[in-house]
């Protein structure tokens, strides 16, 4: 395996002056040992000064400005680390911890994260070059920190080489969520993508919509600079200007660029909100300038300095407006007080942040409370060296109430909790190990010491309520549910109405638009049946056009009768084209009234031919009058078809039907015709089943025709398979759900339509094109005279049989002496009056009724 040794230099002291360092160990800010080492990461100074010579020698120079509010920070962790020593959750097994002031410096930062992954007990102090970490074991465990995203971002890349935890108290870029670029860090404050969100949110409620940001020039400034952008957009709130300040103070052009963004602000007088994303330092000199120039606006604060106290005791700061900000979580301080109370007999020959703190302290004890914060900071700009014996006064006064007032509850928490929470995790790894060994475990398996395995997106997490929080059952999202983050406590709802989302899903996915199309493989052969239909239509009139004069054709009502009904069956076919297609509102009120119309006209004129046969051939002279009145064909086909009319006109002006998007299915937006009124829809078809039904009742009584003019035989059939077309039509209909709902009424218009076509039209075709003999008008007499014949002879056999049963009525018998006699003389009268009936019967029929049949024919 190949190495690559990397040597660990010199860095210079916290306090000393340009010259480097003697040891590495020179570079540590605060140490304590332990059998298992935590790393440290802290701005404790908030720049690094660079010598001004030209080209600058690879050297880590003097840092200067002391920052009290992160050495409190680091104060933090040093007690919580001592709490978890002072405490059984680790048994036997002490922390140690190795911190380093990162001067606001990503190189310096980067230095230090060299020291961490350095070989453990090596005296060289080496960083090894391998493929593999598994089993590398580095000189600490996990590192707490650091404070700013900019310089976490580039230690999380350096640290995820060997999979080293990295536990961030205050770092909230977005972007540090993406376990794919940053697989081991973890912090303890939520990202800036909730703070943006919640800004916005409170933006919007306070009315304000024109207002300015300002940012640093870093990952954390732009970043949360774009997902605010973002969360103002949605929230209808316009970006009056943007302003970027350079990210460090060892930066020539900050003050340039802080006079810049402050004319900017005063040339903008209509923007009185302005989000701030910077540092404490940035927002220190910012403010100190603003003040300067009588600059009066209302801030959005964020979580980092919303409540650092170096800004709220800037002088006369009440002159800037009002601060608006947000803040992270507390929690109880009550211990750390104390530890502020007895931080002055708190050893300091391994902690150079405290000695220093002294040491600016004693040179500022003259200077008042309200001035101290101020005194620091100008001694920490100067040459203040300090000396390695021990001959400084500890007894000096600490002004421990100074160090709690410049605490932030907020921040101090998250360190607390940081520290925590790698505590909770060693403890887990040194139940089955001796951790007192430093080899007892390498620190990528911190990250998988945990109760359950991490849930992966597309699932959530389930506990019980015998569960710890930490312990759960990872399962999947449900259908139409989604998560995009690990570990996540729920699944969110994708817009049913819209979106859809399967299971295990991490997104949502848009619905499609569904509808019979043209294309689909069903509506092309329903489309094929209603052109052959249509074709049939046109064969058929055509048929009857070169006929015209054929019986056939006039006992068929004439050519007009015969177009009417071909007509409306068009009118059938082409309607089952408005079935199909994407539905639009035009196509949704014209398929059910075309189809209404059109059908009930053809039945009311098949209705009127019923009519009329059952009137010719019928020899009832009660029925016959009776049907001679109601046998009026214009006035009843326009009074049954305007029915129709005005049914379908109050159903399109009362309840039209209109397009409706159904989205209760899971995956698709159903496109469908929602057809306005049920009641509506069902009155129409209940009114041409009714029709129908009429006109079935006439053709079955004048089914028994001669054969070949026997049209009302074949009305009766396609008048049943009307009914049973339809008949099985409203469970179908009412079962069907989607979008071959429309198909499923095509199907039955065109069986119907078929089933009348055929049964009206094609037997005549058939005798015109087949039977042609049978065409002639000498035939049709013949054949009108040979069913008139019999049904006289019926008749009269019926009157003979009625007569001869009356005279056995009115027959006696006085005696039984004269009973034979009696029988023979009722047999000779029986016989003489059949004759008769029967010479008087065929004569009245024979001269009468064909030509009254033939007549009305």
Excluded at 7 to 36: E, K, R, Y
Excluded at 388 to 399: C, M
Excluded at 402 to 431: K, M, N
Aim: with cysteine; glycine share 4%; hydrophobic share 45%.
């Amino acid at each position: 395996m190949a190495l690559l040794r990397i040597p660990m230099t010199c860095f210079g002291s916290i306090l000393a002056t340009s010259q480097p360092c003697q040891t590495p160990d020179d570079f540590v800010a605060a140490t304590s040992p332990g059998h298992i080492m935590i790393g440290g990461l802290f701005a404790i100074h908030e720049k690094m000064l660079f010598s001004e010579d030209y080209p600058r020698q690879p050297e880590i120079q003097r840092c200067v400005g002391f920052e009290i509010s992160i050495f409190l920070q680091a104060l933090a962790m040093i007690h919580s680390i001592e709490m978890i020593n002072n405490s059984p959750l680790l048994s036997g097994v002490t922390l140690g911890y190795e911190i380093y002031d990162t001067c606001t410096e990503v190189t310096v930062a980067m230095a230090a994260a060299l020291r961490f992954l350095s070989k453990l007990n090596c005296s060289r102090e080496m960083v090894e070059f391998k493929c593999d970490y598994s089993s590398y074991m580095p000189r600490v465990k996990a590192v707490i920190g650091a404070g700013y995203s900019e310089i976490t971002m580039a230690v999380s890349r350096m640290l995820n080489l060997q999979l080293m935890p990295q536990v961030s108290y205050e770092s909230t870029a977005e972007i540090l969520s993406d376990k794919i670029r940053f697989p081991s860090f973890l912090r303890t404050v939520p990202s800036d993508f909730y703070q943006t969100k919640a800004m916005a949110h409170l933006i919007q409620k306070s009315g304000w919509n024109w207002i300015g940001i300002i940012a640093t020039d870093d990952d954390y400034g732009r970043l949360a600079l774009n997902t605010f952008a973002v969360q103002t957009a949605a929230n209808n709130v316009c970006i009056a200007f943007k302003e970027v300040l350079p990210a460090f103070l060892s930066d020539d052009t900050l003050e340039v660029r802080i006079n810049e963004t402050l004319e900017k602000i005063i040339a903008e007088a209509q923007v009185n909100v302005i989000v701030v994303f910077l540092r404490q330092s940035h927002v220190f000199n910012l403010f100190s300038k603003a003040i300067e120039r009588n600059i009066n606006k209302i801030w959005i604060a964020s979580d980092n300095w919303s409540t650092a106290t170096k800004i709220t005791t800037i002088p006369n700061v009440e002159k800037i407006g009002k601060v608006v900000g947000f803040a992270f979580r507390r929690g109880n301080m009550s211990s750390f007080h104390s530890f502020l109370q007895n931080l002055h007999i708190f050893p300091s020959e391994n902690n150079k942040a405290l000695h220093e703190y002294a040491m600016l302290l004693s040179a500022c004890a003259h200077v008042k409370d309200s001035d101290l914060s101020q005194c620091i900071a100008n001694h920490s700009q100067g040459t203040l060296a300090y000396k390695a014996n021990k001959d400084i006064e500890r007894n000096f006064s600490l002004r421990n109430d100074f160090l709690w007032d410049y605490t932030e509850p907020g921040l101090v928490h998250s360190v607390q909790l940081a520290v925590l929470a790698l505590g909770f995790a060693i403890r887990d790894l040194c139940q089955a190990r001796d951790c007192q060994n430093p080899y007892a475990f390498q620190p990528w398996e911190q990250i998988q010491s945990k109760c359950s395995k991490e849930c992966s997106p597309g699932q959530m997490k389930k506990t019980t309520r015998n569960q710890h929080i930490c312990c759960y059952e990872c399962v999947n999202c449900p259908e139409n549910h989604y998560s995009n983050q690990t570990d996540m406590d729920h699944c969110f709802l994708c817009n049913n109405e819209t979106h859809w989302a399967p299971v295990r899903s991490t997104r949502c996915f848009e619905k499609e638009v569904e509808y019979l199309n043209w294309n689909d493989s069903l509506a092309v052969l329903l489309l094929a049946l209603s052109l052959l239909g249509i074709m049939f239509v046109l064969a058929i009139g055509i048929i009857f056009t070169k006929n015209l004069n054929t019986p056939i054709v006039k006992s068929s009502g004439g050519l007009l009768v015969c177009y009417v009904i071909l007509l409306c069956h068009f009118l059938n076919f082409a309607s089952t084209g408005f079935f199909i297609g994407e539905p639009q509102d035009f196509t949704c009120k014209t398929r059910q009234t075309l189809f209404g119309v059109s059908f009930t006209l053809c039945i009311s004129c098949i209705l009127m031919k019923s009519l009329k046969i059952l009137l010719a051939f019928s020899f009832d002279p009660k029925l016959q009058s009776f049907l001679k009145c109601l046998y009026q064909p214009i006035p009843i086909i326009f009074t049954c078809t305007g029915i129709q009319v005005v049914i379908c006109t109050l159903w399109l002006i009362l309840a039209a039907p209109a397009v409706e998007e159904n989205v209760s299915l899971p995956r698709v937006i159903l496109l469908e015709c929602e057809e306005g009124s049920i009641l509506a829809f069902g009155t129409m078809l209940g009114y041409t089943a009714i029709l129908a039904f009429i006109c079935f009742i006439f053709a079955f009584k004048g089914r028994k025709l001669p054969e070949h003019y026997n049209e009302a035989k074949f009305i009766t059939f396609g008048m049943l398979i009307y009914f049973i077309a339809w008949i099985i039509f409203i469970p179908v209909y009412a079962t069907t759900f989607g979008k071959y709902l429309p198909a499923v009424e095509i199907i039955v218009i065109l069986i119907s339509n078929y089933g009348i076509l055929c049964c009206t039209f094609f037997p005549k075709c058939y005798v015109i094109l087949c039977k042609q003999e049978a065409n002639t008008k000498s035939a049709f007499l013949k054949m009108i005279y040979s069913y008139s014949s019999q049904a006289a002879s019926s008749l009269a056999i019926s009157h003979v049989s009625l007569d001869s049963t009356n005279s056995n009525i009115t027959m006696t018998d006085p005696s039984s002496g004269g009973r034979s006699a009696t029988q023979q003389e009722s047999k000779d009268l029986q016989a003489q009056a059949f004759a008769h009936i029967c010479r008087e019967n065929a004569t009245r029929v024979s001269k009468i009724l064909p030509r009254k049949r033939i007549s009305s024919i």
